[in-house]
């Protein structure tokens, strides 16, 4: 069934078909009406769920990791300040191994407040050990959320569905909402390997002794460092799951094939921007625009970040004149948080192309089409001129 509606609204229903047992819900713009949509969903009977309205971030994250503790499959959403509010317990579900998904609405954090579009807050919760994925569309939303269950539960890793607040989440789109069977068939049930259970009780998650010990069943325990190399080992590992998971999807969805990477004109660019969310869609009318200029460029749309697709990044990118990034977040007196993982994945690359940095779009800042083809064409025509500092683009001083 296709339909016209928000990114919001695109989301709930994908938390539906990925039959969510526990809604974990506390408002923030622009990520509200996400979780009112599902109250509706609730209240009319279409989807069976515990909605459970807390009283802060910290909270919903609470409920969500109790939830699936207990071996239910748990959702929250949030934006902004709230995302950071939870950030204890961001490293607690991951720490936990607890396959949790939840839709960050991507908006710029206070102070000084802003309730408009940037990346700053989930580029800021990187390394919290949850695994990141960046829907450009509607449609990109919707399928995201379900296959963010089936990549959580496989690898028992939490999941953060990012997408750009206002941009897509306000915005009405068509998208087509897939047969609640064949996601049934697609999505198995959520069977932890372990769950709380009153007859069965156990401690998770006491405190950990700096080295290896016996358990209670006198079998060699891992101590913190050892679960802290096995959660980053197996989100390394979970790279080629995505991959696995987003080519059974366009196989009973006929949609996907980029799984890291969604490319535009690229086959024969010698030049290419980069970019998280909607931006890169942005971008597209731009190359075309530039292509008639008889300039060879193109642009790709980077699809997962955590854990980052290096490998894929070097083969894509590797060869070419020169590399263009673009984003709306910035690590604080350094760069571009997505130009220094772009660079390190090129580093080992024996033809390694010259790599730029544009920050745009703060705070909701306008990003006009203009100033996107002005960028494009100076690093086009004198890629050797603007050297490793990050441009800024629309900042006016």
């Known amino acids: ?39 509706e969903l609730v209240d009319a009977g279409e989807m069976n769920a515990q909605y459970i309205p807390v009283e802060s971030e910290h909270s919903a994250l609470s409920v969500c990791i109790a939830a699936s503790s207990a071996g239910s499959r748990a959702f929250t ?13 961001l490293h607690w579900a991951a720490g936990a191994r607890l396959p949790i998904v939840m839709c960050v609405v991507n908006r710029g954090i206070g102070a000084p407040w802003t309730v408009w579009n940037d990346h700053q807050d989930a580029i800021s919760q990187r390394d919290t050990g949850w695994m990141q994925l960046y829907a450009c569309d509607h449609q990109q939303i919707i399928d995201t959320v379900i296959q963010a269950y089936y990549l959580a539960e496989t690898v028992s890793i939490p999941v953060m569905v990012c997408y750009d607040g206002y941009i897509l989440s306000h915005t009405y789109m068509p998208f087509e909402i897939p047969d609640a069977k064949t996601v049934d068939m697609f999505l198995p049930p959520f069977t932890p390997a372990y769950a709380l259970e009153p007859s069965n009780p156990a401690n998770l998650n006491t405190v950990t002794l700096p080295d290896i010990r016996p358990d209670v069943r006198g079998n060699m325990a891992p101590a913190y460092m050892e679960i802290r190399h096995n959660l980053h080992m197996d989100m390394r590992e979970a790279i080629d799951v995505v991959a696995d998971i987003d080519k059974k999807f366009k196989k009973t969805f006929k949609r996907g094939g980029n799984p890291y990477i969604e490319p535009y004109r690229c086959d024969d660019a010698d030049f290419v921007a980069i970019c998280l969310g909607s931006l890169s869609y942005q971008l597209r009318d731009v190359i075309d625009l530039l292509r008639d200029e008889g300039l060879p460029v193109g642009v790709m749309g980077l699809r997962l970040f955590r854990p980052f697709p290096d490998q894929a990044i070097a083969g894509a990118l590797s060869g070419r004149k020169c590399v263009i990034v673009f984003e ?30 544009y920050i745009l779009g703060l705070g909701g800042r306008e990003i006009k089409t203009a100033q996107l083809i002005e960028a494009l064409r100076k690093s086009c025509k004198k890629p050797k001129e603007i050297g490793d500092t990050p441009v800024w683009i629309g900042l006016k001083l």
Not at 28 to 34: E, F, R, S, Y
Not at 77 to 83: E, F, Q
């Open 77 to 89: 959403a949030t934006s902004a300040n709230g995302l950071l509010y939870m950030n204890e317990q």
């Open 1 to 39: 069934m296709h339909i016209i509606e928000s990114g919001n609204v695109a989301a709930a229903y994908g938390v539906n078909l990925a039959r969510a047992q526990v809604i974990a819900a506390y408002p923030i713009t622009p990520q509200t009406p996400l979780t009112e949509k599902l109250s």
């Open 328 to 357: 709306k977040a910035l690590s604080y007196g350094n760069q571009g948080a997505l130009y220094a993982d772009i660079k390190s994945a090129l580093y080992p690359c024996k033809s390694r192309p010259i790599v730029h940095n």
